[in-house]
T-cell receptor, first 111, second 112 residues
């Protein structure tokens, strides 16, 4: 079991650029979650999917954020245009009936 | 009502000592209370979890104590080791999706 795989691990880009974060969940897991971690706000749930369908996106901060899950083995979180306040560590997690398994995150820095 | 309040923010313990981290919640619909451990550069990893039908759960050196009436739960780390130095998050959830509401985290340092 390779675990949840996120890419890239680090991303540095300039304000206004489009950023795409990627996640490969654990095979067989039917839930996928995107979280954001900052010092000020801690771990926040942005959106989650069940069987590739978005169920709750109420945590997505603005329309600049979008997430897709085109198939059971891949999800993306996109920010367009990016802003410095989007700088954070973004985690993807997946689960089946049991506990969530987190990836090691993408550290995003918007200059 | 969705908040989970965690304390202390940081904790320093001598090797062999007991580390205690506390959490409190308001939402009575919460029915699953996990603790996560996070090392620098890594994602949170499930450490131990409890449901409200029991008052205590122990796994090795880690124990969760749960007080349903007070809406509080705590993590006790016995015989703390330097390798336990990490950030610990309590969390709570309800529903089939287990959408987690996290506490603010406690940075634990265990001195050798």
């Amino acid at each position: 079991d390779a675990g949840v795989i996120q890419s890239p691990r680090h991303e540095v880009t300039e304000m206004g650029q489009e950023v795409t974060l990627r996640c490969k969940p654990i095979s067989g897991h039917d839930y996928l979650f995107w979280y954001r971690q900052t010092m000020m706000r801690g771990l926040e749930l942005l959106i989650y999917f069940n069987n590739n369908v978005p169920i709750d996106d109420s945590g997505m901060p603005e329309d600049r954020f979008s997430a897709k899950m085109p198939n059971a083995s891949f999800s993306t979180l996109k920010i367009q245009p990016s802003e410095p306040r989007d700088s954070a560590v973004y985690f993807c997690a997946s689960s089946a009936a049991g506990p969530k398994h987190f990836g090691d995150g993408t550290r995003l820095s918007i200059l | 009502q969705q908040q989970v309040k965690q304390s202390p923010q940081s904790l320093i313990v001598q090797k062999g000592g007991i580390s205690i981290i506390n959490c409190a919640y308001e939402n009575t619909a919460f029915d699953y209370f996990p603790w996560y451990q996070q090392f620098p550069g890594k994602g949170p990893a499930l450490l131990i979890a409890i449901r409200p039908d029991v008052s205590e759960k122990k796994e090795g050196r880690f124990t969760i104590s749960f007080n349903k009436s007070a809406k509080q739960f705590s993590l006790h780390i016995m015989d703390s080791q330097p390798g336990d130095s990490a950030t610990y998050f309590c969390a709570a959830s309800s529903g089939s999706a287990r959408q987690l509401t996290f506490g603010s985290g406690t940075q634990l340092t265990v001195l050798p």
